[in-house]
């Protein structure tokens, strides 16, 4: 049983998709993303970014817009397409690329036929080794048509927003989408040939109580998901305006939240699914949980993944590059990724060179959130001695010698405990959402 310390889960912590996280980047020069690609060793992953949905949800603090402009959509997907050409040549010759992701926003905002054409540039531009593809959908806009393209193109995994089944806090979010809508959907995706099938779900909405997340962990059961992510609701109006619509007077406090998480893990650790981490959970024979088994499991920017390559290459505006000493921000705005791209520059705008003291927290960090263990470097041990205690303290974690481990009372501490080993934390000068 988890046990709540409010004062442990105090400050706001980053969800560590990344390290450094973007938080720390700055103006990055277009010559060290260039040199980047062209250094490249081993094998590459590319996700492509669409940041365009059909409707907005009030929650979201996605780069997305409305997709209400064909226009600037068909405008969108030629900049995109002349950024694949670019970055693909510059990178080495027999570079080989193993998975190719699309997210958002929403994909399926753009029509299948631009998706087919999408898939097109990727096989004319780069080298592909029998690869692994994904796709993010929004189940409101999803069509038979849809899933026949997916089948086409042999999309093997797929992630739905599904965030609640309760009518009252869809309502709240403004993401209205009835069971069925989302039963059809994965309907089509099982017919298409999708083996993987993630539902997207949050805790901590406004108007949500125990017996609602209860009741949508037991629809998303009996649907079939293969994966689930679990993520606590993060109101952030400051950085997020939408989010200023949503009633503040109406979302759980911090100790309720604490207690869905909770429910969620219970529920499905107690279903056969595997844990992975504290927040998402996949089935035994989904190859997330077999990665967790045999040690594989590594975190990016896409979350936790059997993805093993060491180069993940973001195509499209906001998309982040992940090199083993660079990190890289495409433009967010997408009408200066637009301008960049049809001057044939790259469109990099943000980033950092990650120092070997960056790798060796980043690392570390990563294994803690992945396994909830990790043997660090000494001076890192040395450092967050102190700052632990008060975790050790109350059995939450263990700090043996330079053997750092989370006990299965402190899962959801792990983020708050993985924060002691970045640098580069102030919370007086950045903000980010609650560990839980």
């Not at 040939?193 to 539902?199: D, E, L």
């Not at 609602?212 to 993520?231: E, I, K, N, S, Y």
């Not at 503040?248 to 279903?271: I, K, N, S, V, W």
């Not at 590594?298 to 505006?317: E, K, P």
């Amino acid at each position: 049983m988890w046990h709540y310390y409010p004062d442990l889960l105090a400050k706001p912590v980053p969800r560590y998709t990344s390290y450094p996280t973007a938080a720390e980047f700055g103006e990055l020069p277009a010559a060290s993303y260039r040199s980047a690609l062209e250094s490249v060793e081993g094998e590459v992953s590319l996700y492509l970014h669409i940041p365009f949905c059909e409707k907005i949800c009030f929650y979201c603090g996605c780069n997305t817009g409305k997709a209400n402009r064909r226009a600037r959509l068909e405008s969108y997907l030629a900049s995109l397409t002349m950024e694949i050409a670019s970055v693909a040549a510059s990178l080495p010759h027999g570079t080989k690329v193993r998975r190719v992701s699309f997210g958002g926003g929403s994909p399926n905002a753009i029509t299948p036929d631009d998706f087919r054409a999408l898939v097109a540039q990727i096989f004319r531009r780069f080298e592909l080794d029998d690869p692994v593809w994904s796709i993010e959908l929004d189940p409101r806009t999803m069509t038979a048509g849809w899933a026949d393209a997916l089948g086409e193109v042999g999309v093997q995994r797929a992630s739905m927003g599904v965030q609640t089944f309760a009518p009252q806090c869809q309502s709240a979010i403004g993401r209205e989408q009835p069971e069925q809508l989302i039963a059809q959907t994965t309907a089509w995706l099982r017919s298409a040939g999708v083996s993987s099938i993630n539902f997207d779900l949050m805790y901590g909405l406004p108007g949500q109580e125990r017996i609602d997340l209860l009741d949508t962990l037991v629809r998303t059961l009996a649907l079939g998901a293969d994966r689930v992510a679990l993520f606590g609701y993060a109101h952030v109006p400051h950085i997020v305006p939408r989010q200023r619509v949503i009633d503040t007077t109406a979302l759980p406090d911090q100790h309720e939240r604490f207690a869905m998480a909770e429910l969620g893990y219970d529920f499905f650790a107690g279903q056969g699914y595997q844990p992975v981490g504290f927040d998402h959970f996949a089935r035994l024979d989904d190859p997330l949980a077999q990665s967790v088994v045999q040690g594989t499991l590594h975190r990016n920017f896409q979350g936790f993944t059997d993805d093993t390559a060491v180069n993940l290459i973001g195509l499209g505006s906001s998309a982040i590059s992940s090199f083993p000493a660079l990190l890289a921000q495409n433009e967010k705005n997408s009408g200066r990724y637009r301008m960049k791209t049809s001057r044939g520059a790259f469109a990099t705008s943000a980033g950092l060179h990650r120092s070997i003291d960056d790798r060796e927290r980043g690392k570390a960090i990563e294994d803690l959130l992945c396994f909830g263990s990790v043997r660090l470097p000494a001076h890192i041990a040395g450092s967050i001695a102190c700052p632990l205690a008060p975790f050790i303290a109350r059995g939450l974690a263990r700090l043996e010698g330079d053997v750092l481990t989370i006990a299965a009372e402190g899962l959801p501490y792990t983020r708050t405990i993985a924060a002691l080993i970045d640098s580069y934390r102030d919370p007086a000068e950045r903000r980010f959402s609650a560990a839980v």
